[in-house]
T-cell receptor
Framework: QKEVEQNSGPLSVPEGAIASLNCTYS??????FFWYRQYSGKSPELIMS????GDKEDGRFTAQLNKASQYVSLLIRDSQPSDSATYLC??????????FGTGTRLLVSP | GAGVSQSPSNKVTEKGKDVELRCDPI?????LYWYRQRLGQGLEFLIY????????KSGLPSDRFSAERTGESVSTLTIQRTQQEDSAVYLC????????????????FGNGTRLTVT
C-alpha cells in the first residue's frame, strides 16, 4: 500500500462548479497535511496546510481532515480555468520526511 | 533572493558522465530536501538535511547518488556515471525546522533542474 494515495484523474469540472480532490494516507501517526498545486512544467506551490480534524477555509479553498478515517480532501469552490493543474497531497509520517501522493489532475472547462 | 534557487535550470549530459546539481535554500531554513520527478510522475523523496546532517538517506536510488550540504546553506546533489533513467526534474525544497511535537512547516520549492541523459 502506498503511503499517500490519490486518484490520478483527470477530474473534469465546469467553470463555477465545486471541485473535490481526495487523498488517503496509511500512517496513523501523521500529524501534518498539505495540499500543493503544480502547473505543468512548474514546481509545486503550497495552497493549504491542515493539522487538526475538521475544515479549514482559505478563500475559495477548503481543506478537510479526518484522522480516524486517514483521509484529507481539498474543495475548490467556484472553480476557474486557471485552477487547472495537478494537485498534490503531502503527509509527514515522521518529522523528517514529507511524502507526496502522485497527484490528481484537475481540468476546469470554460 | 527570497526563494529557493537551483542551478543549472537545464542540464543535458551524456550517459556515463557525472553531474552536479546545486540548491541554495531560503536564508534561515535549516531543513533541505531533494526530490526527483520523472515525466508525468509524482515526487520521489531522495534525501533530507537538517543543518548539514543527513539523517535520512533512504531515498537515494543507488550509490551513484550522493548529496552534501555546507552548514545550513548550499546543498549539492551529485550523480555519478549517469544513466538514461536518471533523466528527470530534480527539485530542491527548504523549510524552517520542524517544531515538536508538530506541526511542521511547509516546504518551499525551487524551480528545479531538468536533467536529460542522452
Amino acid at each position: 500500500q502506498k503511503e499517500v494515495e490519490q486518484n490520478s484523474g483527470p477530474l473534469s469540472v465546469p467553470e463555477g462548479a465545486i471541485a473535490s480532490l481526495n487523498c488517503t494516507y496509511s500512517d496513523r501517526v501523521s500529524q501534518s497535511f498539505f495540499w500543493y498545486r503544480q502547473y505543468s512544467g512548474k514546481s509545486p506551490e503550497l495552497i493549504m496546510s491542515i493539522y487538526s480534524n475538521g475544515d479549514k477555509e482559505d478563500g475559495r479553498f477548503t481543506a478537510q481532515l479526518n484522522k480516524a478515517s486517514q483521509y484529507v480532501s481539498l474543495l475548490i469552490r467556484d472553480s476557474q480555468p486557471s485552477d487547472s493543474a495537478t494537485y498534490l497531497c503531502a503527509v509527514n509520517p515522521d518529522f523528517q520526511k514529507l511524502v507526496f501522493g502522485t497527484g490528481t489532475r484537475l481540468l476546469v472547462s470554460p | 533572493g527570497a526563494g529557493v534557487s537551483q542551478s543549472p535550470s537545464n542540464k543535458v549530459t551524456e550517459k556515463g558522465k557525472d553531474v552536479e546539481l546545486r540548491c541554495d535554500p531560503i536564508s534561515g531554513h535549516t531543513a533541505l530536501y531533494w526530490y526527483r520527478q520523472r515525466l508525468g510522475q509524482g515526487l520521489e523523496f531522495l534525501i533530507y538535511f537538517q543543518g548539514n546532517s543527513a539523517p535520512d538517506k533512504s531515498g537515494l536510488p543507488s550509490d551513484r547518488f550522493s548529496a552534501e550540504r555546507t552548514g545550513e546553506s548550499v546543498s549539492t546533489l551529485t550523480i555519478q556515471r549517469t544513466q538514461q533513467e536518471d533523466s528527470a526534474v530534480y527539485l530542491c525544497a527548504s523549510s524552517t525546522s520542524p517544531s515538536e511535537p508538530f506541526p511542521r512547516s511547509p516546504l518551499h520549492f525551487g524551480n528545479g533542474t531538468r536533467l536529460t541523459v542522452t
